[in-house]
């Protein structure tokens, strides 16, 4: 059936056509672009160690496989909310304010992990995935489809897409496991926490220098996802 609602979408055109074919290092000439990636590689660094190792943790502190189940569908869940009202709270709050936000709900979410061992707490601890993900991953489609030329819009998407997958799975899922075989997975959790207050250290700083150098080279002002 998927098949069949693929073949029947309409074609469309993409901008990498004729002359306009920018060459695909542009994307990250864009400073903006290249501090809210780090602090997307460092958000998924520490995401993949809870969701790859705590529930084998989970489980040896008493929560079962229901417990398990339900942790993982209240974290979805409470991106719903967030994800609905992303474009207003952007546009109210600013790009910034709101990837800091993120950056301190995570470090929060990670500390409590660390510090619970009652699997309720734990799982009401997920609805902070929702103020933690939700930032920084629309916060990258936006930035991209308000900042880059179109036709590089798709390509920076899927660049973004394909850094933090191969990193989340295959170095950080790998590093993650010699860290929890050596410091235990709840201590792990707590270098995360550590890790996500660098990350919003380092993108507090980076971003607002890396504003003022494009602004500065473009002469314009300042977008509301940028302040």
Known sequence: SSAVIILRMPPVRGHRHGTNRAPVREVFRDPVLRIITLY?????????????FYPIHFAS??????????????????EVPFFYFAGALVKRFGLYRMI??????TALRWFLIYSFSNPALIVLVGLLHGVGFVPVGYGVAIHINTHLPKELRATAQSLVALLTA??????????GGVACDAFGVRNVLLIASGVMLLATLVFAV??????????SATDRPALPTET
Do not use: E
């Not at 800091?100 to 709900?105: D, K, N, P, R, W």
């Not at 980076?206 to 602004?215: E, K, N, P």
């Open 40 to 52: 997307f590689l460092l958000f998924v660094l520490t995401a993949n160690v809870f969701y790859s």
């Open 61 to 78: 502190i008493g929560g079962s496989s229901a417990w398990v189940g339900l942790m993982l569908f209240v974290c979805a869940m409470s």
């Open 166 to 175: 191969f990193f989340s799975r295959v170095v950080f899922g790998y590093a």
């Open 206 to 215: 980076g971003y607002r220098r890396a504003i003022a150098r494009d602004s």
């Open 100 to 105: 800091l936000l993120s950056g301190l709900a």
